[in-house]
């Protein structure tokens, strides 16, 4: 039988008879490892499920990596590469790469009977993925770019929309500035909502064919490539092996590629995302540090309330070592009952407001209709890890102190 265990647990029970703050203390220091287990989940859950979302919408207007024409231009009025077939198949062959698509884009101008707004068009085809639209289309249906003929229908943005009283079936001009002003009808066929004002007050998305036609390209001629990846934690290593690709590809008038990350492309925001890093990491560590010191108070209250017990078993031969064990299996007990209890009120929480959404944001602040939740059983692991063996160290030093109890000052303190 394991004396020390048993003399902690009976502490832990309140069945010694002498002073009974023990249970108090005890019901106070679990509390507050509760309340930090709980509130460092959602921290860490509403944190990194709002990097996420926020990167996932960028990523939907623009992929993981680009692949364009080697000369750094910066605009959106861009010099064409070659359509290559062989490219394609090799860069999906590369382990990670999820989907390649072709795209081309082109400034202009939409104008209605009392409006005008300067805006992106971004052509798309066949190869389109529709994965990302189909969450955000909030009106209307996709438009058909995989027909024979090129299709005139655009999809807007509901900013766009209102800004330019637009709706689904109403046709709307556009004009784009060359060598001569020229002019395309497009008619409305749905509206989508990202909630990212920079992108939704930018881009409109219509039938790649009417941009090579407008440019005067060839048909086998794009702006360039979108590479969308499985994992966005790959882009650094899956980027560099995507341009040494595209670095061996000369085309025949002697035109090279490059490759861009979106990290490239949005640096400000992918630089104010990685803050949001920052900002969790200093909340987790103040919560550990306050969770800790309420423990190692309760501990301390503990010990000084049991000073007679100490001494009591130091006059009975207990050894220095069996009395510390004593006070960490009962730090134990209060720190795995406050880590268990914690993890199941806040992943309660963060799975309730993941499928119902019950607390919302105002999307013009803060990009997002509800709170966004993501939680990795990873993050979950290394944050319970972490806090048990924080709270453990901390509670070795307040342990000592019941080494210090001489027995005779001890029972004359009771």
Known sequence: MNL????????????????KLSGPIITVATIGIVLGITVMILSLAIGTGFKKEIRDKIIGFGAHVQVVNYDYNSSFETNPI?????????VLSIPGVKHIQEFATKPGLLKTNDNIQGVIIKGIGKDFNWTYFN?????????????????????????????LRLKVGDKVPMFFFQERMRARNFTVSAIYDSSLPEFDKLFIFADIRHIIKLNNWNNDQITGYEISL???DQTPTLAQQVDILAASRISPDGGMLRTTT??????????????????????LVLIVLVAGFNMI?????IILERTAMIGILKALGK???????????????????????????????????????????DPENYYLSTVPI??????????????IVVSYLMMIGPSYLATKISPVEAIRFD
């Open 230 to 232: 499985d994992e966005f």
């Open 319 to 361: 050894q220095n070592h069996d009395i510390r064990k004593v006070f960490m299996y009962l730090a134990t007990f209060i720190v795995t009952k406050g880590v268990l209890i914690g993890n199941v009120i806040g992943i309660s929480i963060c799975l309730i407001q993941k499928y119902a959404g019950i607390i919302s944001l």
């Open 82 to 90: 070659e359509r290559d077939s062989a490219f394609t198949t090799m």
């Open 4 to 19: 020390n265990l048993y003399i902690a647990n009976k502490i832990r029970k309140g069945e010694i008879t002498g002073k």
């Open 135 to 163: 969450q955000i289309l909030v009106e209307g249906t996709k438009p058909d770019v995989s027909g024979e003929a090129t299709s005139n229908d655009v999809i807007i943005s509901s900013t766009l929309a209102k800004l």
């Open 374 to 387: 993501h939680l990795n059983p990873l993050h979950l692991i290394y944050l319970n890890i972490g806090t």
């Open 262 to 283: 979106i990290t490239q492309q949005q640096p400000q925001i992918f630089g104010w995302l990685n803050l949001l890093d920052m900002n969790v990491a200093i909340i």
């Open 297 to 301: 108070s309760g501990l301390l209250i």
